[in-house]
């Protein structure tokens, strides 16, 4: 059944086809509508016929950020795909990892401590990723999509909508910013104060191998992060909160390199060295966790998540405190 509904996918894709938008999916921005559409096409052909104005929403060319109507009749010109004769299936044991990973779950909304080492999605050589664990995991849930996303190495507090209108709800507060997520990250050396707002502005590049690179730059986007200290360690290290007020790729890393204190375990912005002597003592891989999400429902009830540490986080923590100098793991006021 489920080779059937590929092969049919693959034919429809070389097809001219008009569809028209549900009221259940009004709002919803047209490269998203079209990534629910074409399954299994890659998102740089999407933007292409974007760009090239072979999307048309009511005969009109429109950007991959506009959004579409209840109504709107979309045009989606044919694409040619590799036919995908079979899904990748999540392990039992990745499902009961997640099952037990969850933080909050409503009719509408799920929240999972998502592990370190799984994208959120598949695609761009990765197989499988949360989104698609998380539908075998809940088969009958008819909807469920990524509200915001977290690096493969970042780990800790990710949403996810089982409704549309959720999903909806959960964008504009991202936009509003009434939606507070909280990270901690361990970096390297003393943190200082002064660094405690981090205004600097981050320009994205993508080289030829397909890999986000990010660098402070003063032609970047507006970026803005809050730190605070939260531990210090004598082996050269601080523990310290992020706030992100802005939405940027790789924000937190790129302002603490930035900073002069790259996160412990950042193959991309850290120190080698540094990574490799953290690896003995217990921090093997990139130290950044969201930790706490702090939102309102549509009811207006307020809703505050935290997720745990890894115990490998908390084990090698612990390893550092038991190292540190009396006095210096204080907590800065």
């Given at each position: ?8 996918q ?52 429109i950007?991959p ?66 989104i ?24 800790g ?9 959720m999903l ?29 707002h ?5 320009l ?7 890999e ?6 003063a ?11 939260l531990?210090r360690?004598a082996?050269?290290a ?41 690896k ?17 429902l ?16 908390s ?6 405190a ?11 006021k």
């Amino acid at each position: 059944m489920s080779d059937k509904h590929e092969n049919t996918q693959s034919v429809e894709n070389q097809k001219v086809r008009f569809v028209e938008v549900d009221e259940d999916q009004s709002g919803q921005r047209i490269d998203n509508f079209l990534r629910t559409q074409l399954k299994g096409v890659p998102k740089s052909m999407i933007y292409r016929i974007l760009r090239k104005g072979e999307v048309r929403v009511n005969k009109k060319r429109i950007k991959p950020d506009g959004r579409v109507q209840g109504g709107d009749i979309v045009r989606i010109p044919p694409i040619r795909t590799a036919q995908v004769t079979e899904k990748p299936v999540a392990s039992q044991g990745l499902l009961n990892e997640l099952e037990s990973s969850v933080l909050y779950e409503s009719k509408a909304l799920m929240i999972i401590n998502k592990p370190s080492g799984l994208a959120v999605h598949g695609g761009s050589g990765i197989g499988l990723g949360l989104i698609e664990a998380i539908r075998q995991m809940r088969p009958d849930e008819r909807f469920l999509e990524l509200v915001h996303r977290l690096d493969r190495d970042t780990s800790g507090c990710i949403m996810i909508a089982k409704k549309r209108s959720m999903l909806r709800f959960l964008h504009e507060g991202l936009r509003n910013k009434t939606i507070n997520k909280i990270y901690h990250a361990l970096v390297v050396g003393r943190w200082e104060s002064r660094h405690n707002h981090m205004d600097a502005p981050l320009l994205k590049n993508e080289l030829k191998s397909g890999e986000r690179i990010v660098k402070v730059h003063a032609e970047g986007k507006p970026s803005v992060t809050r730190f605070k200290v939260l531990r210090r360690f004598a082996a050269q290290a601080t523990l310290v909160e992020a706030r992100p007020v802005t939405g940027r790729t790789h924000q937190i890393r790129v302002h603490s390199q930035f900073a002069g204190n790259p996160i412990i375990g950042d193959d991309k912005y850290g120190v080698e060295a540094v990574n490799k002597a953290m690896k003995v003592k217990g921090v093997r891989r990139l130290f950044l966790h969201a930790a706490e999400l702090n939102l309102t429902l549509p009811d207006g009830e307020r809703l505050r998540v935290t997720a745990p540490l890894s115990d490998e986080l908390s084990a090698a923590l612990s390893g550092l405190a038991s190292s540190t100098e009396t006095g210096s793991s204080e907590v800065d006021k």
